[in-house]
Nanobody, 122 residues
Framework: QVLLVESGGGLVQAGDSLRLSCIAS????????MGWFRQAPGKEREFVAA????????NYADSVKARFTISRNNAKNTMYLQMNSLKPEDPAVYYC???????????????WGQGTQVTVSS
């Protein structure tokens, strides 16, 4: 059984930083690209960032480029999202997901975590 568990969300002020983590089990971690998505109330789930299994290929949404950094530690079956300079438009439930390639479409992902809430106060 594949299990993805996110952690690290919380309430911060605009301009602050957070680091999200996603621990994976039940799959061959290096064989999967991993992605971060977010969903705010009343909005569709949107792509944030993705990283290949090796992990040399990374994709970012334009809205987070230069502020967010995706990384992974294959020895720990863990993926991270370092979020700096958080903005009032960043609050959402952040989900990690696994797929064969670092896709940007949520429909291409095979496995999903339960999400972690990020709230930014202005």
């Amino acid at each position: 059984q594949v299990l993805l568990v996110e952690s690290g969300g919380g309430l911060v002020q605009a301009g602050d930083s957070l680091r999200l983590s996603c621990i994976a089990s039940g799959l061959t971690f290096t064989g999967y690209a991993m992605g971060w998505f977010r969903q705010a109330p009343g909005k569709e789930r949107e792509f944030v960032a993705a990283i290949s299994g090796n992990p040399y290929h990374k994709n970012y949404a334009d809205s987070v480029k230069a502020r967010f950094t995706i990384s992974r530690n294959n020895a720990k079956n863990t993926m991270y999202l370092q979020m700096n300079s958080l903005k009032p438009e960043d609050p959402a439930v952040y989900y990690c997901a696994a797929a064969r390639f670092p896709y940007t479409s949520p429909g291409e992902y095979d496995y999903w975590g339960q999400g972690t809430q990020v709230t930014v106060s202005s």
